[in-house]
């Protein structure tokens, strides 16, 4: 089973050299600290930074430069810093290739909610609805389950959608799923984790061909 660093490393396997790629907030945002050393990849973030680098280190942190969730962050050589409109312009024009972003829940269809629990305080949707709705490669990194053991991959989902049929991938603590045309898809299955123990925590319908692989992470 892995933790939300284990799930970091896992996603960032998928970035491909020369990606643009856009962080949510959460989990996602860790995955800059994993990106393989022999590519270039530029990261950006929606408050209007291209070009995030990993995390500062304890003492090294400056608090003016920041992500989308408000964490500090580095940037790395010819990094660039815009507005609101520029940022928003790059995401709204398709010019990410790909976007990570957390959920509080995923539907077979690939819909997506990550932004409301009725009857909770919350700021807003913030540009999720922008990434999703022009983002064509979209992988979650979330729980399996809930707190209280209730899966978070649904036929469909319960709370407010932020998106609809846009999830392509999602890595969990428990497995990497793909999203078909006939639901949930079973790639692989993190270290210790059986397949039936996927199965039982996955309410959608979950398609499992052959033999199911370990994450290699």
């Not at 939300?4 to 490393?9: N, Q, R, S």
């Not at 962050?73 to 290739?97: C, E, K, N, Y």
Request: with cysteine.
């Amino acid at each position: 089973m892995l933790d939300k660093t284990g799930i970091a490393k896992r996603i960032a396997k998928e970035v491909q050299d020369g990606y643009y790629v856009n962080l949510g907030i959460g989990i996602p945002t860790l995955v800059a600290n994993y990106v393989r050393e022999d590519i270039e990849v530029e990261f950006q973030s929606e408050n209007g930074v291209l070009g995030m680098g990993p995390f500062p280190f304890d003492g090294e942190e400056d608090a003016d430069i920041i992500n989308a969730g408000k964490q500090t962050i580095t940037t790395l050589p010819g990094a660039s810093f815009f507005d609101s409109a520029m940022s928003f312009s790059m995401i709204r024009g398709q010019h990410v290739d790909l976007t990570i972003l957390g959920a509080m829940e995923v539907s077979e269809d690939g819909d997506i909610a990550n932004w409301k629990i009725p009857g909770k305080m919350v700021k807003g949707m913030g540009g999720a609805m922008d990434l999703v709705a022009s983002a064509e490669n979209i992988i979650v990194a979330m729980m399996h389950t809930n707190r209280a053991g209730e899966s978070k991959l649904l036929k469909k989902c319960s709370l407010p959608l932020t998106g609809v049929g846009c999830v392509k991938k999602i890595v969990t603590n428990l497995a990497v799923i793909e999203v078909t045309d006939s639901g949930f898809k079973l790639l692989e299955r993190a270290p210790g984790v059986t397949v039936d123990q996927i199965q039982k925590a996955t309410e959608g319908h979950l398609i499992i061909e052959g033999d199911i692989p370990e994450m290699d992470i």
